[in-house]
């Protein structure tokens, strides 16, 4: 089973159907927070694109990121982004 099928919140599945998010998703659910060059090299895409797909599932709520001097850190935000119990939590 992966990360996807735990992933509850129907409101926010409409992000996960792209294949490319969900392969962030996933790695940064496995791997905890990690910088965009990180996630650029471990997903195989152009640095653009996966900071586009980043912004998107940050707007969405499903990250959360912090920066640290010229880094940007993102990490998988552990609470449903309606509001609801889907994480659990």
Not at 15 to 25: C, E, F, G, H, T
């Amino acid at each position: 089973m992966d990360m996807i099928d735990s992933f509850c919140c129907p409101l926010a599945m409409p992000q996960m159907a792209d294949p490319s998010r969900r392969k962030i998703y996933e790695f940064l659910s496995m791997a905890g927070e990690k910088t965009v060059a990180e996630i650029t090299k471990m997903i195989k895409l152009r640095q653009p694109t996966v900071s586009y797909h980043l912004k998107e599932m940050k707007k969405e709520k499903l990250l959360k990121s912090r920066k640290k001097g010229r880094e940007v850190f993102y990490s998988v935000k552990m609470s449903c982004p309606e509001g609801g119990g889907c994480f659990g939590r």
